[in-house]
């Protein structure tokens, strides 16, 4: 194990460190807290003996889990591997934390959803689930599996993550519109969500470390919006001119069904006053007053 300076506050055990979420979580923990990042590399917690091992020897007061599978359509082909990273991991983590004297705090989904519900009309954290593909349906045997063996846990179901590292879907709608600014790119205009930045949700996560909320609450950017009406907020703030064009969910098929409703409301922060979650709009126009240079020489690389 790499040598950490000891610190005031929690110790904490991030598993997925080197991911979107996960790097930034580690970035905001680790002014205040002692934090023990793991890649998927370093602790594959889809290994029961590695997952035990690994929290033994740390100790945390907390573990994070930001560790998945999230390549969507190929959870369809690959569901061995999706059910081991997705399913058994977070179990194997409840497990050791229950074990170990340690809180959990896992990153769950939307996908969980079926998305059949009416937009505007919002998730509840206590409505009914039922997952369309086999990325959602690992993650939803994923959550029974730290309810089941974790009872100091709190599972939080976010939603169209973004961020300054990695992959994702705003960076690749920048990367493809400057690859060719004549080139018209079709974007799905009938799925709506919440564009949620993982600065945000790390914010979201260290207001929770000394929670003792435990069960299930929803965490994503406040407002909606279709993957289109996204695309050409973000690309209007990067001031890069674009040709988007809106298409339909059929226009675009995928291996894996998507969710047409992602909108999921975030009730039981808001109730116990911990949210601190905000319009998405707003972290849109943060993550481009931060990034805007560094976006664009990487999508132009």
């Not at 002692?34 to 003996?49: E, K, M, N």
Request: net charge negative.
């Amino acid at each position: 194990m790499t040598e950490v300076a000891e610190k005031k506050g929690f110790r904490v055990l991030i598993s997925g460190a080197t991911g979107q979420l996960g790097s930034d979580c580690t970035d905001l923990l680790s002014s205040g807290h002692t934090v023990f990042p793991f890649s998927s590399a370093q602790l594959d917690i889809s290994s029961r003996d590695t997952v035990d091992d690994t929290v033994k020897e740390t100790s945390p007061d907390i573990i994070v889990n930001c560790g998945a599978y999230t390549a969507v359509d190929l959870c369809e082909t690959e569901q061995e591997r999706a059910m081991g990273v997705n399913a058994n991991g977070p179990a194997y983590l409840a497990a050791a934390a229950s074990r170990h004297n340690a809180r959990l705090i896992h990153i769950s989904t939307d996908y969980v959803f079926d998305g059949r519900k009416a937009v505007p009309a919002p998730y509840l954290e206590d409505d009914a689930v039922g997952p369309l593909s086999i990325y959602g349906k690992s993650k939803l045997a994923g959550e029974r599996g730290v309810q089941e063996n974790c009872a100091d846990s709190l599972i939080l179901r976010t939603a169209w993550l973004y961020g300054h590292r990695g992959k994702n879907f705003l960076k690749t709608m920048l990367r493809l519109t400057l690859a060719d600014r004549r080139r018209e790119i079709r974007v799905v205009n009938d799925q709506y969500g919440s564009l949620t930045w993982t600065h945000s949700l790390a914010r979201q996560v260290e207001q929770l470390l000394d929670s003792r909320l435990c069960g299930i609450a929803h965490a994503t950017a406040e407002g909606y919006c279709t993957w289109f009406e996204g695309a050409c907020y973000f690309l209007d703030r990067m001031e890069v001119p674009h040709n988007l064009a809106p298409c339909t969910t059929a226009d675009y098929p995928t291996p894996a069904p998507r969710p047409n409703n992602s909108i999921l409301e975030n009730g039981l922060l808001k109730r116990e006053g911990l949210m601190v979650m905000q319009d998405w709009k707003k972290d849109i126009d943060v993550f481009v007053g931060r990034y805007r240079d560094t976006l664009l020489q990487e999508a132009q690389s």
